[in-house]
């Protein structure tokens, strides 16, 4: 995957409808729901033993840079516009993941060897994403601080989704992942349908690792 | 960041537990209010009662909570939903200033702002069941029971909610909870709350910074019929081991729902059934012993003429330790070891 260099200002870029994301490149990616016997406790995996995981299946992504920040378009396809708790449902995510040591492994979100970060979106905070670090399943914490912006759209039964975070974050190292033009790092991807009550590990993601290139 | 194993979460060494004699409650609401302004005054909070006294028959708050699922159904974890904030109602706002300042005079009257309430926390209060003159109904205060089989703490993935070695009270770390809610599809008991604007889960903490100090949670001191004993479940020389243990004519409320719940409940006799040309047909409480076998098991009948029997020997001027027990000619007797009195404490 690319982030492709833009010479955008990252206001433009913010809007998820803006039509320079166009001529962004999308990857369609193919979402899996997390697997059942990973579900950390037994009530849950007896709740969900008859119940679908992971309903959003296809997400796109368009990866950017503008040497200042970088961005990710993110979109997918959901019927309905979840952004409370008031229900039985919960709020829309989606969230982007990444090693903070090379191997940490994406299934068991890290492990106590090897840390991963991840900028956490919800609807019911459509402007704010978390910055949070985690080692293993059940064990993620928000960082003290959050750089990542998000500005997100819903329409006709489509999220669109940006979110934005600087390159330069050299004051958060072992907390969010440092990257800079011309290198990369793996990236992985989720998306929880609120509406059909997933949350936590109840969600779709990418199901492998995919390397991100930031464009020199 | 170490995942500590999960039964290791629910056990404890001790268990504080709570007896609440039904015959005595009259629904004055002391105890929900009790603990009301002491611990849910915090931002969320405001539609939050961690104790509720409701009218039975009834839907309960929230509104069918028994129709909710939760709990284990032969030792395998029943699934459950989580309410609604719809039914939990309550928490609502009115139009104080209004009615106070406005000028309107008796134009106005106190009502909530916003939209009509449609539940809220004793909405249906003294409805209660029956036809007239054989209507019937008794009141159930509720709170979380600190479950000995804890299914709220085996159910969420963080393991933020935990079970004091000391006391059983069940507790959650605010810190770690991230709004996920299993623990409230959970509870077969919908106790557990949850907090929209901090976006945790809130419960019963069992008064445990009084229980620390030797203090009865605020309910159970607070009720003004003695009715609500405190102690040790393992105390053989208090009211709570003789109570559940020794006499068995204290329950648990909906014991199949398999969480092994540490409040009890001396089920409520009934007055008469009056037959149609006004007399009084003793065989047939009012209170169908159906429905108290549908809240409290089959064990309700043994616990009933269990009391009926012990009633009997006192109006004969026999000694009843039962029926000493139960009459609480000293208050403070409720609550040992927690009988110290909150005003003596210091709280730095």
């Given at each position: 995957?690319?982030?492709?260099?833009?010479?955008?200002?990252?206001?433009?870029?913010?809007?998820?409808?803006?039509?320079?994301?166009?001529?962004?490149?999308a990857?369609?990616?193919?979402?899996?729901?997390?697997?059942?016997a990973?579900?950390?406790?037994?009530?849950?995996?007896?709740?969900?033993?008859?119940?679908?995981?992971?309903?959003?299946?296809?997400?796109?992504?368009?990866a950017?840079?503008?040497?200042?920040?970088?961005?990710?378009?993110?979109?997918?396809?959901?019927?309905?516009?979840?952004?409370?708790?008031?229900?039985?449902g919960?709020?829309?995510?989606?969230?982007?993941?990444?090693?903070?040591?090379?191997?940490?492994?994406l299934?068991?979100?890290?492990?106590?060897?090897?840390?991963v970060?991840?900028?956490?979106w919800?609807?019911?905070?459509?402007?704010?994403?978390?910055?949070?670090?985690a080692?293993g399943i059940?064990?993620?914490?928000d960082?003290?601080?959050?750089?990542?912006?998000a500005?997100?759209?819903?329409?006709?039964g489509?999220?669109r989704?940006?979110?934005?975070?600087?390159?330069?974050?050299?004051?958060?190292?072992?907390?969010?992942v440092?990257?800079?033009?011309?290198?990369?790092?793996?990236?992985?991807?989720?998306?929880?349908?609120?509406?059909?009550?997933?949350?936590?590990?109840?969600?779709?993601?990418?199901?492998?690792?995919?390397?991100?290139t930031?464009e020199? | 960041?170490?995942?500590v194993?999960?039964?290791?979460?629910?056990?404890?060494?001790?268990?504080v537990a709570?007896?609440?004699?039904?015959?005595?409650?009259?629904?004055c609401?002391t105890?929900?209010v009790?603990c009301?302004?002491?611990?849910?005054?915090?931002?969320?909070?405001?539609?939050?009662?961690?104790?509720?006294?409701?009218?039975?028959?009834?839907?309960?708050?929230p509104?069918?909570y028994?129709?909710?699922?939760?709990?284990?159904?032969?030792?395998?974890?029943?699934?459950?939903?989580?309410p609604?904030r719809?039914?939990w109602?309550?928490?609502?706002d009115f139009?104080?200033?209004?009615?106070?300042?406005?000028?309107?005079?008796?134009?106005?009257?106190?009502?909530?702002?916003?939209?009509?309430?449609?539940w809220?926390?004793?909405?249906?209060?003294?409805q209660?069941?029956?036809?007239y003159?054989?209507s019937?109904?008794f009141?159930?205060?509720r709170?979380?029971?600190?479950?000995?089989r804890p299914?709220?703490?085996e159910?969420c993935?963080r393991?933020?909610?935990y079970?004091?070695?000391?006391?059983?009270?069940?507790?959650?770390?605010?810190?770690?909870?991230?709004?996920?809610?299993?623990c409230?599809?959970?509870?077969p008991?919908?106790?557990?709350y949850f907090?929209?604007?901090?976006?945790?889960?809130?419960?019963?903490?069992?008064?445990y910074?009084r229980?620390?100090k030797g203090?009865?949670p605020?309910?159970?001191?607070?009720c003004?019929?003695?009715?609500?004993?405190?102690?040790?479940?393992?105390?053989?020389?208090?009211?709570?081991?003789?109570?559940v243990?020794?006499?068995?004519?204290?329950?648990?409320?909906?014991?199949?729902y398999?969480?092994?719940p540490?409040?009890?409940y001396?089920?409520?006799?009934?007055?008469?059934?009056?037959?149609?040309d006004?007399?009084?047909?003793?065989?047939t409480?009012?209170i169908?012993?159906e429905?108290?076998e549908?809240?409290f098991?089959?064990?309700?009948?043994?616990?009933?003429?269990?009391?009926?029997?012990?009633m009997?020997k006192?109006?004969?001027?026999?000694?009843s330790?039962?029926?000493?027990?139960?009459?609480?000619?000293?208050?403070?007797?409720?609550?040992?070891p927690f009988?110290?009195?909150p005003?003596e404490?210091?709280?730095?």
């Amino acid at each position: 995957m690319l982030a492709k260099k833009v010479a955008l200002d990252s206001k433009t870029l913010l809007d998820p409808a803006s039509p320079e994301w166009e001529k962004v490149p999308a990857e369609t990616i193919n979402m899996g729901g997390t697997p059942l016997a990973s579900q950390p406790s037994r009530y849950i995996r007896t709740a969900w033993a008859d119940r679908p995981i992971g309903k959003v299946r296809f997400l796109d992504v368009r990866a950017a840079h503008n040497g200042k920040d970088l961005l990710f378009h993110l979109e997918w396809r959901d019927e309905s516009r979840d952004a409370d708790y008031s229900g039985r449902g919960f709020p829309d995510g989606a969230g982007v993941l990444f090693p903070l040591n090379g191997d940490a492994p994406l299934a068991s979100m890290g492990s106590e060897e090897a840390a991963v970060n991840a900028w956490f979106w919800q609807a019911d905070e459509p402007e704010a994403a978390r910055n949070v670090r985690a080692q293993g399943i059940g064990t993620v914490e928000d960082t003290e601080k959050s750089r990542i912006v998000a500005r997100s759209e819903w329409k006709d039964g489509t999220w669109r989704l940006v979110l934005s975070r600087p390159l330069a974050v050299a004051d958060q190292k072992g907390e969010t992942v440092q990257v800079a033009a011309g290198g990369s790092t793996k990236v992985a991807f989720a998306v929880w349908e609120g509406g059909s009550g997933e949350r936590a590990g109840i969600k779709a993601f990418s199901k492998q690792w995919r390397e991100l290139t930031l464009e020199g | 960041m170490i995942m500590v194993p999960k039964d290791e979460l629910m056990k404890s060494d001790r268990q504080v537990a709570m007896v609440f004699d039904l015959n005595k409650c009259v629904g004055c609401q002391t105890c929900s209010v009790a603990c009301k302004v002491l611990w849910m005054r915090d931002e969320g909070m405001d539609y939050q009662w961690w104790c509720t006294v409701n009218t039975q028959p009834g839907r309960g708050h929230p509104r069918d909570y028994e129709n909710m699922g939760g709990g284990y159904r032969d030792g395998v974890p029943f699934p459950g939903i989580r309410p609604t904030r719809e039914e939990w109602g309550g928490g609502w706002d009115f139009n104080y200033d209004e009615v106070f300042y406005s000028g309107k005079g008796p134009s106005v009257y106190l009502k909530p702002l916003g939209e009509p309430p449609t539940w809220g926390p004793n909405w249906d209060e003294d409805q209660g069941g029956g036809e007239y003159p054989n209507s019937f109904f008794f009141y159930l205060p509720r709170l979380c029971n600190h479950c000995t089989r804890p299914i709220c703490i085996e159910a969420c993935p963080r393991n933020a909610m935990y079970k004091r070695k000391e006391d059983g009270i069940v507790l959650r770390d605010e810190t770690r909870c991230r709004g996920y809610q299993f623990c409230l599809e959970a509870c077969p008991y919908k106790k557990v709350y949850f907090n929209y604007v901090k976006k945790v889960s809130q419960h019963c903490i069992l008064c445990y910074p009084r229980i620390e100090k030797g203090v009865a949670p605020a309910c159970a001191r607070q009720c003004p019929g003695r009715l609500v004993f405190v102690g040790y479940l393992d105390d053989k020389n208090g009211p709570i081991h003789k109570l559940v243990n020794e006499w068995e004519v204290a329950l648990p409320l909906h014991p199949e729902y398999g969480t092994i719940p540490n409040m009890f409940y001396i089920p409520p006799l009934a007055p008469y059934r009056l037959n149609d040309d006004g007399s009084i047909d003793e065989s047939t409480p009012r209170i169908p012993i159906e429905y108290l076998e549908r809240l409290f098991g089959s064990r309700v009948n043994k616990a009933l003429d269990i009391l009926k029997a012990e009633m009997a020997k006192a109006r004969r001027k026999e000694q009843s330790e039962l029926m000493d027990m139960l009459i609480v000619y000293k208050w403070r007797e409720l609550f040992k070891p927690f009988d110290r009195d909150p005003a003596e404490l210091q709280w730095k």
